[in-house]
């Protein structure tokens, strides 16, 4: 099974509002990070947020970590059509393994 | 640097033919992984490996062989393809600094077709 669920699996809005995406994961981590991919593309690397850290910031993203929750959250804000993609969390479980959550497919509408 | 090379980007197999897809990183990374992409299931661990010489079993293993002679090179073998090996596939590769695992970068993929 997958280390990380992620909700919604499918976001529609408009463009200009704001978009978020969650990510739970079943055991401890060193490190959690978002990527982006483009139907049919490769994978892009968002941000990544450290275990010591509960939020980090760049440009329109916005990503928070609760470790006692283990959950993830990442804010897109004022969203544009391009941002249409799906959206991936991605952690090593405690075995070592990189493992991706199930995704969020995110559609922003002109 | 190039990052992470994947070949072939396309390939159309016959059930019971052989292939390997090829992985390469020049970043130096000691971790490497393979995935699949299918509709539907996100994307799964097929295999891993943490340095050269070592390999281990993702979530989806069966039908598929790895091997880990250089830290470059992470090739990714089908030694008798079926219908459901149809899929994309990605490697991946990341380094381990200070005891903490870094970015991953990835491959742009590879879609197999087997027919």
């Known amino acids: 099974s997958q280390q990380g669920e992620e909700d919604p699996q499918a976001l529609s809005i408009q463009e200009g509002e704001n978009a978020t995406m969650n990510c739970s994961y079943k055991t401890s981590i060193n490190n959690l990070q978002w990527y982006r991919q483009n139907s049919g593309r490769g994978l892009v690397h968002l941000i990544l947020i450290r275990s010591n850290e509960r939020e980090k910031h760049s440009g329109r993203l916005r990503v928070t970590l609760d470790t006692s929750k283990k959950s993830s959250s990442l804010l897109i804000t004022a969203s544009r059509a391009a941002d249409t993609a799906s959206y991936f969390c991605l952690s090593y479980n405690q075995g070592g393994k990189l493992i991706f959550g199930q995704g969020t497919e995110l559609s922003v509408k002109p | 640097n190039a990052g992470v090379t994947q070949t072939p980007k396309f390939q159309v197999l016959k059930t019971g033919q052989s292939m390997t897809l090829q992985c390469a990183q020049d970043?130096?990374?000691?971790?490497m992984s393979w995935y699949r992409q299918d509709p539907g299931m996100g994307l799964r661990l097929i295999h891993y490996?943490?340095?050269?010489?070592?390999?281990d079993q993702g979530e989806v293993p069966n039908g598929y062989n790895v091997s880990r002679s250089t830290t470059e090179d992470f090739p990714l073998r089908l030694l008798s393809a079926a219908p459901s090996q149809t899929s994309v596939y990605f490697c991946?590769?990341?380094?381990?600094?200070?005891?903490?695992?870094?970015?991953?970068?990835f491959g742009q993929g590879t879609r197999l077709t087997v027919v």
């Open positions: 970043m130096n990374h000691e971790y």
């Open positions: 490996s943490v340095g050269a010489g070592i390999t």
């Open positions: 991946a590769s990341s380094s381990l600094l200070q005891g903490v695992k870094t970015e991953a970068f």
